[in-house]
């Protein structure tokens, strides 16, 4: 098993498969992809020895990420690979769902079992002020599909942004009082190319907290897979509410993540310094070298980011590795 020297175990993989995005969000990418950089990411083969790596030394969930995973044409083959690797249990995708509706049952078909969708507002005109987009009536019908089709608890994500969607908590809550689909504000990060944006809306999601646990929320104890966030639940409420707050205390104690990005380089935190190339090892009959290559890393991981200090490492945008 994956295990670095502070006894973290890691279970649970976030891939990129391309760091292309067809969305402006202002907090990453607010003047849109530079298509000027090469693109040469990571091969179907080459992603099947590395899924098949990662699940030989117990890796157990696959998140697939971008950029906009939804742009790769192959994506479903991606999809089929992680189903058919022995020991993946979960595969999950995160997506700003601008094809959802049309593709979902494709995807649930080839194996997916997870889906986390971005939705900065609930309102049309705040939607595409923050994203660049005007289809948020087609994302959320295929929100709605996907739970008919058999994915539960569908996760969706929003960046939590002061001067933009702060004032629509509310709203999200009477959103999914009758729907099964939690809801996970996230605290803005910090990155190369977003400082003065960071600087005028990030919040700290700590008095959100405070206000659900006062209003009878519950705190739910975490499946050993789950990501970072503390997700709350309400008995008058079908869906749930959750909070990824980076900058809390000890948000790093209990990591259990991978990043590999989509040039193929390993990345033991999302604000590392520097990735590690893996893609040497990544031929059809590299699966145990890179396996040796994976635990040669371990070593190096650190034992948490240091955000609180302004550091963010070698991420200029989130789009690099899908957060």
């Given at each position: 098993m994956l295990?670095?020297?502070f006894?973290?175990k890691?279970?649970?993989?976030?891939?990129?498969?391309?760091?292309?995005?067809?969305?402006?969000?202002n907090?990453?990418l607010?003047?849109?992809?530079?298509c000027?950089?090469a693109?040469d990411?990571l091969?179907?083969?080459e992603?099947?020895?590395?899924?098949?790596a990662f699940?030989?030394?117990?890796?157990?969930k696959?998140r697939?990420?971008?950029g906009?995973?939804g742009?790769?044409k192959d994506l479903?083959?991606?999809?089929?690979i992680?189903?058919?690797?022995?020991?993946?249990?979960?595969?999950?995708?995160?997506?700003?769902?601008?094809?959802?509706?049309?593709k979902?049952a494709?995807?649930?078909d080839?194996?997916?079992?997870?889906?986390?969708?971005?939705?900065?507002s609930?309102?049309?005109?705040?939607?595409?002020?923050?994203?660049?987009?005007?289809?948020?009536?087609?994302?959320l019908?295929?929100?709605?599909?996907?739970?008919?089709?058999?994915?539960?608890?569908?996760?969706?994500?929003a960046?939590?942004l002061?001067?933009?969607?702060l004032?629509?908590?509310d709203q999200y809550?009477?959103?999914i009082?009758h729907?099964?689909?939690?809801?996970?504000?996230?605290e803005?990060m910090?990155?190369?190319?977003?400082?003065?944006?960071f600087?005028?809306?990030?919040?700290s999601g700590?008095f959100i907290?405070?206000?659900?646990l006062?209003?009878?929320?519950?705190?739910?104890?975490?499946?050993?897979l789950?990501?970072?966030?503390?997700?709350f639940?309400h008995?008058e409420?079908k869906?749930?509410?959750?909070?990824?707050?980076?900058?809390?205390?000890?948000?790093?104690k209990?990591c259990?993540?991978?990043?590999v990005?989509?040039?193929?380089?390993l990345?033991?935190?999302?604000?590392a310094?520097?990735?590690?190339d893996?893609r040497?090892?990544?031929?059809?009959?590299?699966?145990?070298q890179?396996?040796d290559?994976?635990?040669?890393?371990?070593?190096?991981k650190?034992?948490?980011?240091?955000l609180?200090?302004n550091?963010?490492?070698?991420?200029?945008h989130l789009a690099m590795?899908?957060?």
């Amino acid at each position: 098993m994956l295990q670095d020297n502070f006894g973290r175990k890691f279970e649970y993989l976030r891939l990129s498969i391309t760091d292309v995005c067809n969305f402006s969000c202002n907090y990453c990418l607010p003047d849109g992809y530079d298509c000027s950089g090469a693109r040469d990411f990571l091969t179907v083969p080459e992603i099947k020895t590395l899924v098949s790596a990662f699940a030989k030394l117990g890796m157990k969930k696959i998140r697939i990420t971008g950029g906009e995973p939804g742009l790769r044409k192959d994506l479903t083959d991606i999809i089929r690979i992680c189903r058919d690797t022995p020991g993946i249990e979960q595969i999950a995708i995160t997506t700003n769902g601008f094809n959802l509706e049309k593709k979902i049952a494709e995807w649930i078909d080839a194996g997916l079992t997870h889906l986390n969708v971005s939705a900065d507002s609930l309102d049309p005109r705040l939607f595409q002020a923050i994203t660049g987009q005007q289809n948020l009536e087609s994302i959320l019908r295929g929100v709605d599909k996907a739970t008919l089709l058999g994915i539960n608890n569908v996760k969706i994500n929003a960046v939590l942004l002061k001067t933009f969607n702060l004032g629509q908590i509310d709203q999200y809550l009477t959103w999914i009082k009758h729907k099964p689909v939690t809801v996970r504000f996230i605290e803005l990060m910090e990155t190369g190319n977003n400082k003065e944006y960071f600087a005028d809306n990030h919040v700290s999601g700590e008095f959100i907290k405070q206000n659900l646990l006062a209003k009878g929320w519950t705190q739910v104890i975490k499946d050993k897979l789950a990501g970072p966030a503390q997700e709350f639940y309400h008995p008058e409420s079908k869906g749930r509410f959750g909070l990824i707050m980076p900058y809390s205390t000890d948000f790093c104690k209990s990591c259990n993540r991978l990043r590999v990005a989509s040039n193929g380089n390993l990345h033991l935190c999302l604000f590392a310094e520097q990735g590690i190339d893996l893609r040497p090892y990544l031929t059809e009959d590299g699966v145990d070298q890179t396996c040796d290559a994976l635990l040669a890393a371990m070593t190096n991981k650190v034992v948490g980011h240091e955000l609180a200090k302004n550091f963010t490492g070698a991420t200029t945008h989130l789009a690099m590795l899908g957060g």
